[in-house]
């Protein structure tokens, strides 16, 4: 079965500092990744995805994620915090290139303080 | 990116009414869409995956009668919430998956429902 962990509740950071927000996943096959992020009382917004490829993706608003597959872990990183990057951070993980669900994690609230 | 709209934003009824909330892809054509439901701090849950021109497939422990899916077109996917209760009040969220961008799946904003 799929599984997504997502073990820190919550990541504060001080502006300007690099930040990391940790995914680890269980999935038979290839794994297709993904970073959503969620504003209060708003739908999810899509950071980036790992299909395929290089291992170290890159996203919107400056987001990174490096898929390490002995580790089975897909890490978000930014290098320097803003404070407008405070928010509620979802990964998610599918089973196959045409795969019709997405199992999610129980997300990662990041704070940024100025 | 692939924009996806819901409507209402929110929304208050009675106990014992129905609320239909609609999901829309804006520009382009969607022939899966998912539906979600999320409780305060918590992750999503998905409820069903709704296909166009077929019935809907609901998770375990999700009340087909209950929430009823519609997709009737490539662009429109509704979800009914029939005879709310307090219980049922949550955030509902839509997703629809382009085909063209990989199968990526793209959030509505979200519905706000409170049964009274």
């Known amino acids: 079965a799929q599984s997504v962990a997502q073990p820190e509740d919550q990541v504060n950071v001080a502006e300007g500092n690099p930040l990391t927000v940790k995914c680890t996943y269980s999935?038979?096959?290839?794994?297709?990744l993904f970073w959503y992020v969620q504003y209060p009382n708003r739908g999810l917004q899509f950071l980036l995805k790992?299909?395929?490829?290089?291992?170290l993706v890159k996203g919107s608003y400056g987001f990174e994620a490096e898929f390490n597959k002995s580790q089975t872990s897909f890490h978000l990183k930014k290098p320097s915090a803003l404070v407008s990057d405070s928010a509620l951070y979802f990964c998610?993980?599918?089973?196959?290139?045409?795969?019709?669900?997405?199992?999610f994690g129980t997300g990662t609230r990041l704070q940024v303080f100025p | 990116g692939a924009v996806v709209s819901q409507h209402p934003s929110r929304v208050i009824c009675k106990s014992g009414t129905s609320v239909k909330i609609e999901c829309r892809s804006l520009?382009?054509?969607?022939?899966?869409m998912f539906w979600y439901r999320q409780f305060p701090k918590q992750s999503l849950m998905l409820m069903a995956t709704?296909?166009?021109?077929?019935?809907?497939?609901?998770e375990q422990g999700v009340e087909k009668d209950k929430f009823l899916i519609n997709h009737a077109s490539l662009t429109l996917s509704t979800l009914t919430v029939t005879s709310a209760h307090p219980e049922d009040s949550s955030f509902y969220i839509c997703?629809?998956?382009?085909?063209?961008?990989?199968?990526?799946?793209?959030f509505g904003p979200g519905t706000r429902l409170l049964v009274l």
């Open positions: 997703s629809a998956r382009d085909p063209d961008r990989q199968e990526t799946q793209y």
């Open positions: 998610a993980v599918g089973r196959s290139y045409n795969t019709d669900k997405l199992i």
């Open positions: 709704s296909n166009e021109g077929s019935k809907a497939t609901y």
């Open positions: 999935v038979s096959g290839n794994p297709y």
């Open positions: 790992y299909i395929t490829g290089d291992n």
């Open positions: 520009d382009f054509q969607a022939t899966t």
